[in-house]
């Protein structure tokens, strides 16, 4: 048996992958679950399990900050996505296995199996140290983004904005904690404030975090599908650069 913990801060999601590693993957044995990173951070050293089921878009720390923070590394790691193309390119290149949610039972037993077969020859899955090495270590170091409140400056780190809208000459700004903050700035001034090759203008009254880009609609301009859930529309005189942030073609 395969002794394996689950991460991932959505409880439904981690429920899901519970039922079919259960009903599809019996040589599974779920030793725990967390949809706290910092709590599975103790988890994984404690439990020393050998495999782990990893999301990468986590508040706190993400999936790759969690990797970098643990003691125990001798582990099986796959990591369940949604994710845009960019970064699957990326997670083949380095040897990393992935499941891209909602997963499939099919691709989830393939995914099982060659672990197995991994563990039979004694060859790594991955290496730890290449992904910290690509995910972690040359990560951009974004200057913070002030954002004027009436009686305080808040300094946000680019990658947790998730979108801004437009407001007439207010722009409200969505964070990841789930927190929006009405600023007194146009959303042509927070573009401005933004890093060109973390957001993108979608539409004459959003910005978005591409990274946060979990699915494109294809009607008229399009739609993008965040992961939020928020639905923000692409305007048709953005929709080429949409597509080609996104690697859409």
């Not at 900050?65 to 380095?94: S, V």
């Not at 270590?137 to 009436?150: C, E, G, R, T, V």
């Not at 305080?152 to 809208?165: A, G, Q, R, S, V």
Request: proline share 4%; charged share 30%; aromatic share 8%.
């Amino acid at each position: 048996m395969l002794r394996t913990i689950i991460i991932d801060d959505e409880k439904l999601a981690i429920e899901s992958l519970k039922w079919e590693i259960e009903n599809f993957c019996k040589e599974i044995e779920v030793v725990e679950t967390f949809s706290n990173p910092v709590k599975a951070i103790e988890g994984i050293n404690s439990l020393q399990p050998d495999l782990v089921f990893l999301d990468i878009e986590m508040p706190e720390l993400d999936g790759f900050q969690l990797l970098e923070k643990l003691e125990y590394r001798n582990f099986d790691l796959i990591i369940t996505t949604a994710y845009n193309q960019y970064a699957i390119q990326a997670f083949k290149a380095n040897a990393i296995d992935y499941l891209l949610k909602p997963i499939d039972p099919d691709e989830l037993i393939e995914a099982i199996q060659k672990v197995k077969n991994r563990k039979g020859t004694g060859e790594e899955l991955f290496n730890i140290q290449r992904i910290l090495d690509n995910f972690i270590n040359k990560k951009k170091d974004y200057k913070k983004i002030p954002l004027s409140l009436s009686n305080k400056i808040m300094l946000i780190e680019p990658e947790n904005i998730i979108y801004c809208k437009s407001e007439g000459s207010y722009t409200q700004v969505y964070l990841k904690d789930k927190q929006k903050v009405l600023v007194s700035k146009s959303i042509k001034q927070i573009e401005r404030l933004c890093p060109s090759d973390l957001f993108l203008r979608v539409h004459k009254s959003y910005i978005v975090n591409i990274k946060e880009v979990v699915e494109y609609i294809r009607q008229g301009g399009g739609e993008l599908i965040l992961s939020s859930g928020m639905v923000v529309p692409v305007s048709r005189t953005h929709k080429n650069e949409v597509l080609n942030a996104l690697n859409i073609v």
